[in-house]
């Protein structure tokens, strides 16, 4: 069980909007910075989102963080197909002086 | 360009010791933290360790303290991931993480990973 709660699945239609929400506590999300991390399994990840809500070099606007309190966000708009991925929310543990990572949404464009 | 590739990995007994190794260039390496992920089968991401750019700091998820050891050479450009104790649980894709600049835990750049299986 993950330290920082993520739904464990998601689905919308291409050209749709979907959310991923990544739930946690004042000594993770609620005093660090949360980023947003694409993952195809087999693959090297990628980074999308830093600082809790600015884009990382490349990445297109469709993408977009936010955070509030012990929550952050991912929103995926305007899906496409090649959107289809594991998404995961990553920051910094106080309490544990460890890195932590969501359990990972699946996205699933249908 | 930024390049990070893993080596080392493969087939071990449980109890044994695996040593990974993380070569990385186009960028300057002793400017900055890296990290360990890993990728169980079946599992999510788990973060396994970080340095800080000189090596001074380090930090162990709880799950490896004690068995696994997280250490750079900035003189070769590479970071290393000495694994002691290996168990089953052990077993998965490893992979080593640029820290990017910033603030917070940025993970910007990837290799495409190591893969560590843990068996009789």
């Known amino acids: 069980q993950s330290v920082l709660t993520q739904p464990p699945s998601v689905s919308a239609a291409p050209g749709q909007k979907v959310t991923i929400s990544c739930s946690g506590s004042s000594s993770n999300i609620g005093s660090n910075y949360v980023c947003w991390y694409q993952y195809v399994p087999g693959t090297a990840p990628k980074l999308l989102i830093y600082e809790n809500n600015q884009r990382f070099s490349g990445i297109p606007d469709r993408f977009s963080g936010s955070k509030s309190g012990t929550s952050a966000t991912l929103v995926i708009s305007g899906l496409q197909t090649g959107d289809e991925a594991d998404y995961y929310c990553g920051t910094w543990d106080d309490s544990l002086s460890a890195g932590l990572f969501g359990g990972g949404t699946k996205l699933t464009v249908l | 360009e930024v390049q990070l590739v893993e080596s080392g990995g493969g087939l071990v007994r449980p109890g044994g010791s695996l040593r990974l190794t993380c070569a990385a260039s186009?960028?300057?390496?002793?400017?900055?933290?890296m990290n360990w992920v890993r990728q169980a089968p079946g599992k999510g991401l788990e973060w396994i360790a970080y340095?800080?750019?000189?090596?001074?700091?380090?930090y162990h998820a709880g799950s490896v303290k004690g068995r696994f050891t997280i250490s750079r050479d900035n003189a070769r450009n590479a970071l290393f991931l000495q694994m002691n104790t290996l168990t089953a649980e052990d077993t998965a894709v490893y992979y080593c993480?640029?820290?990017?600049?910033?603030?917070?835990?940025?993970?910007?750049?990837w290799g495409q990973g190591i893969l560590v299986t843990v068996s009789s």
């Open positions: 993480a640029r820290e990017g600049e910033g603030s917070g835990r940025i993970l910007d750049f």
């Open positions: 186009g960028f300057t390496f002793r400017n900055y933290g």
């Open positions: 340095t800080t750019e000189s090596g001074a700091r380090i």
